[in-house]
């Protein structure tokens, strides 16, 4: 403020050396006026044949004499006062583009009008506006300027009106134009337009970044109501805000040592609110990279919750076509949070989730029909699935990254979006590998994001000797496994012996056909096979624990029996288990039969209670 207050009074100075220059001085001044510091020596009948405002003043105090009028809060100051006083005394000077805001405000403060003088000050400034300034775009621009320090006087005389409305209508007359040079016909004759030709109509854009945001965002909404094109209104604000958002480095103070300009953020701030509030409804009007450098900078600033919430709409609506990187939101709250913003990713994922689940609902006969593995929808979900995936690669070696955001992030997406889990698989190795001290149960409540039907081949390898993985995982991963090898066999053979393929085998080689198919046409067929699983996980989980009791009791008769006799008992033990499925004496085949009836009702007991 003591700056302003300083240039105000060189001002006044310079003014005052400059009026004693042109004033003429062989009458002497008989009324001196005082303008925001700044003294005037000059005479009272050149001022009152123009201003009305004068004289009243003169007129009011006529008994007293008046010498000395003070003129508070006068438009642009002592610099314009002086035009104005010129223009009392007949000087001639020039009306630009760069002082007919303040000529238009001060003719209007000093009732220069035609009441009092015929071609007063008023109608010269308003005549220049109307004819010269409104027709040029870049003078509108210009004047706009002046008026952020005429407010809200220029608003009243509606300069700041009439010069966006040119504006808007100078850009959407270029763009017909730019449009309309672009038309040409094609080799049959048919009139197109030729998209790769350079479009001249927004050469406004540059020239807009230089105003000020409250009269920008009157300009941008002026040219909505135009018809401008989505993509130049984006062009438009992609511009501005790399302008206003990047000119100081208040944003970012990560050592804390230098001082936040309080003031600069609250602008960067309002900046930032204002731009989001102005983004077309138009998917791809601006990148989506822009859209996330918005949502950091809204994070960083602390924006409004409708702010961030809207940025976090409009990219979820597109989020198949953006990157890693810009998922990768830092965190700007409390040292012991994570390192990146995992609570604003699920947000956006959830969006999309929900966006693509309102878009099946508005078209219920094709829901489960178009949602094929070549339909844009699953395509989008396939590429956000790949997307997520590597996402949580990425946020799982942080050691504050609780598991519960963890599984949040993984479980977002529906479960017909992933066709191959090998990029969960190896997210949550990662996540095992950095947090080493999980408890089991938590091990096995993750472990059980993955689908292991779904791995690769080389991923189930991998998986079937990885140590950090539970056991009943493991065990899941070598049934699948001899799953697939029994499909392998089976394939290799078909063409010879013209055998049908069992049903086991024919659910592993469609399991990414599965997949990719909609969860309505699906459940009949994937609730089926998964009894089937139970059934057979559960013989497995059987046949475990009776070869854990034998393997006990052979290390029983090791520690209690000499060499002999423990030979004599392993041979035994040996003969006993029925690797094959069969026996070779009669005997034994029917406590055989007895045992494997009894394992089949304690299975079918155990897959009920799953159910």
């Known amino acids: 403020m003591d700056k302003q207050q300083h240039h105000q009074l060189s001002l006044a100075k310079s003014s005052r050396q400059r009026c004693n220059e042109?004033?003429?001085r062989d009458v002497k001044s008989d009324i001196t006026i005082e303008v925001n510091g700044g003294t005037f020596a000059l005479h009272k009948f050149p001022l009152v044949s123009r201003s009305g405002r004068i004289r009243k003043l003169v007129a009011e105090h006529r008994d007293s004499d008046i010498s000395r009028v003070e003129l508070l809060n006068l438009p642009g100051g002592a610099e314009t006062f002086e035009l104005a006083a010129k223009f009392c005394y007949g000087i001639n000077f020039e009306i630009t583009s760069s002082n007919v805001?303040?000529?238009?405000?001060?003719s209007d403060?000093?009732?220069m009008t035609e009441e009092f003088s015929k071609d007063n000050l008023g109608s010269r400034a308003e005549e220049y506006l109307e004819s010269i300034v409104c027709k040029n775009l870049e003078m509108c621009v210009e004047v706009l300027q002046q008026c952020e320090n005429l407010l809200p006087l220029a608003d009243e005389l509606k300069i700041v009106s009439r010069c966006i409305d040119a504006i808007a209508s100078k850009a959407c007359a270029e763009q017909i134009a730019s449009s309309f040079s672009r038309?040409?016909?094609?080799?049959?004759?048919?009139?197109?337009m030729n998209r790769q030709a350079k479009c001249d109509g927004d050469w406004?854009?540059?020239d807009l970044s230089v105003i000020r945001i409250?009269?920008?965002?009157?300009?941008?909404?002026?040219?909505?109501c135009r018809g401008v094109r989505p993509e130049s209104i984006g062009a438009s604000l992609v511009n501005y805000a790399q302008k206003e958002l990047t000119k100081k480095s208040s944003l970012w103070n990560p050592s804390g040592h230098t001082k936040i300009d309080l003031f600069s953020t609250d602008h960067e701030r309002l900046v930032v609110e204002t731009i989001v509030s102005l983004l077309p409804v138009e998917k791809l009007a601006v990148p989506i990279t822009f859209l996330f450098g918005l949502l950091r900078s809204a994070v960083m600033l602390d924006c409004s919750i409708a702010c961030r919430l809207d940025l976090e709409r409009r990219i979820g609506s597109q989020l198949d076509i953006a990157t890693l990187d810009d998922l990768l939101i830092p965190s700007f709250r409390h040292a012991g949070d994570t390192l990146f913003d995992v609570d604003t990713v699920q947000r956006i994922l959830v969006n999309?989730?929900?966006q693509d689940d309102s878009e099946d609902d508005m078209d219920d006969a094709s829901v489960f029909e178009s949602d094929s593995p070549h339909s844009p929808s699953q395509g989008a979900l396939f590429k956000v699935s790949k997307l997520v995936d590597n996402y949580l690669a990425e946020i799982a070696p942080d050691a504050n990254l609780k598991l519960a955001k963890f599984m949040a992030i993984a479980e977002t997406l529906p479960t017909h979006a992933r066709t191959i889990h090998d990029g969960l698989y190896r997210a949550i190795d990662i996540y095992l590998k950095a947090h080493q001290g999980l408890p089991d149960a938590d091990k096995k409540k993750l472990c059980k994001l993955i689908d292991f039907q779904k791995l690769s081949q080389e991923a189930g390898a991998h998986a079937a000797q990885n140590e950090r993985l539970p056991l009943q995982s493991i065990v899941q991963v070598l049934y699948f496994e001899q799953l697939r090898l029994r499909n392998a066999l089976c394939c290799s053979y078909a063409d010879d012996d013209r055998k049908p393929v069992n049903h086991q085998s024919w659910r592993i080689s469609s399991s990414a056909l599965s997949a990719a198919m909609s969860p309505k046409d699906n459940y009949a067929s994937l609730r089926r096979e998964n009894r089937e699983l139970k059934l057979e996980l559960a013989r497995m989980r059987m046949r475990l624990n009776d070869l854990e009791k034998e393997h006990v009791c052979m290390k029983r008769d090791m520690a209690k029996s000499s060499?002999?006799?423990f030979m004599s008992s392993f041979t035994k033990k040996i003969g006993g288990l029925s690797l094959f499925g069969h026996s070779s004496s009669r005997g034994s085949s029917s406590p055989s039969r007895q045992s494997y009836r009894t394992d089949s009702k304690v299975i079918e007991r155990t897959c009920a209670s799953t159910d």
Not at 214 to 224: E, G, H, I, S
């Open 214 to 224: 409250d009269l920008y965002q009157r300009v941008m909404t002026a040219m909505k």
């Open 101 to 106: 805001a303040q000529l238009c405000c001060v």
């Open 563 to 565: 060499s002999r006799k």
């Open 352 to 354: 999309f989730s929900q």
């Open 109 to 111: 403060y000093l009732e």
């Open 183 to 192: 038309l040409e016909y094609s080799s049959s004759g048919r009139l197109h």
């Open 204 to 206: 406004w854009i540059e």
């Open 22 to 24: 042109w004033i003429f």
